[in-house]
């Protein structure tokens, strides 16, 4: 093997300027491929990461998937009902203690109960609606990462005092309302309570920070007029992308409908398939380029070489060493070429981490979410190998393939 290899060295380095060249291509294809697929998948991971951390991973509601059958749609008899209402009830998840119980036995899951409903705050004469966020304040940190966006307060203080809040900043903006203020909260039903500001958050979504706010549980049913009630279990999975098959198993052992991040967001998810595959056909085709100017350079060798070709095999080697030789080649532009492209790529990785802009609207500026995991430094060897050995094997095959007979004898 390492005569083989010897004579592939010698057949590169008597082409130096082409295989230099060739080279180059392979180092830049894959500095640009691992810069731009970790760029991509970062921000695909900061975006889920964002989406899926402010948002419960299962969220089982009071509601039913399917409606219930009524008794009269069960009669094979004809008959027909018009103009028929419901009972007025208090909506609600019935036995909501079992469904607890059986989440809570699952290894690494929690879940927390949670009222939710609407209100209308009123201010210093501006009133608006806000979502009410009836909370166990001692689950809060298990279900929820609300409390890494707190810009002021913390959720100790809600324990402390049951009669706070916690409000999102642009609704806090809106109401010109500061940590410590007073201002009074109308339920559905006409009940008023104040309620003082604990504390604030941001999470950087507009439309979250605008209507949310996170209330005890207890004073969230008062004002609802649900006391004693719940509508909807929020739950957190060791792992995110258990969260579907898990809320699969709620709904058909509880009925209850339930909510995966993956189905809420599934719009989202298809769009990121949608961008990768653009991504990784883009860069890949930096790849391919680089790898043509390794197809040309070995080409070039085997119509150079065919008389040294010959004489290698008529002392004896065979087919095999011959392709081994001309693949040896192309791999080691590709190792040499991810040698230098990977230092390339992650100074290109670190020069796009510095970068920091504000877009329109924003309050903040934002830097580019790199991932610096193995799997994008593996995704990048495998291409750059890939291509390389691919570029080289058409040329190696046409090597081994030549007839020493035809060779010297034309040569003759």
């Known amino acids: 093997m390492n005569i083989l290899v010897s004579i592939a060295l010698k057949h590169l380095l008597s ?59 069960m009669s094979n008899s004809a008959i027909e009902i018009k103009n028929v209402r419901p009972f007025r009830e208090t909506r609600g998840i019935r036995g909501y203690g079992e469904i607890l119980d059986f989440l809570r036995s699952k290894p690494g899951v929690q879940a927390s109960e949670m009222l939710l409903g609407q209100g209308l705050v009123t201010y210093a004469g501006k009133d608006t609606s806000v979502t009410l966020n009836g909370v166990i304040p001692e689950d809060l940190r298990s279900v929820s990462t609300i409390e890494e966006y707190l810009v002021s307060g913390k959720v100790d203080d809600l324990i402390a005092n049951p009669d706070g809040i916690l409000l ?3 609704l806090a903006s809106k109401l010109a309302i500061k940590k410590g203020d007073i201002f009074t909260v109308v339920g559905p039903s006409g009940t008023v309570r104040n309620f003082k500001v604990l504390g604030i958050f941001r999470t950087g979504r507009r439309s979250y920070d605008e209507t949310q706010s996170f209330l005890h549980i207890t004073r969230a049913q008062s004002l609802l007029g649900k006391v004693n009630r719940i509508n909807s279990i929020i739950v957190k999975t060791p792992k995110p992308d258990e969260a579907l098959n898990l809320s ?42 680089a790898a043509f100017g390794i197809y040309n ?3 070039t060798v085997v119509l150079e070489k065919q008389r040294d070709i010959a004489i290698l095999k008529s002392i004896g080697f065979e087919p095999k060493d011959i392709l ?28 796009l981490m510095s970068i920091n802009f504000k877009p329109p609207g924003a309050t903040q500026s934002i ?31 046409k090597a081994a393939s030549v007839n020493p007979v035809d060779i010297i004898r034309g040569g003759t």
């Open 297 to 299: 350079v070995i080409s």
């Open 15 to 73: 082409r130096k300027r082409q295989s230099l060249v060739s080279l180059m291509g392979i180092i830049l294809g894959t500095g640009f491929f691992l810069a731009i697929s970790s760029l991509m998948v970062g921000s695909e991971k900061d975006f889920l990461k964002r989406l899926v951390d402010n948002s419960p991973h299962i969220t089982i509601s009071d509601d039913f998937r399917a409606p219930r059958i009524q008794p009269a749609e």
């Open 168 to 170: 999102g900043s642009e």
């Open 324 to 351: 081994k030789i001309f693949l040896s080649q192309g791999i080691i532009l590709g190792l040499v070429g991810c040698v230098f492209g990977l230092p390339f790529g992650m100074s290109l990785m670190g020069l």
């Open 248 to 289: 699969r198993e709620i709904e058909k052992r509880f009925l209850y409908k339930s909510i995966s991040w993956q189905e809420a967001s599934e719009d989202l998810l298809s769009t990121f398939k949608i961008r990768n595959t653009i991504m990784y056909t883009v860069v890949s085709a930096v790849l391919i380029v």
């Open 367 to 397: 830097g580019m979410p790199i991932d610096w995991g193995i799997w994008q430094f593996m995704v990048a060897i495998s291409f750059a190998l890939g291509a390389s050995i691919l570029a080289a094997y058409l040329p190696a095959k």
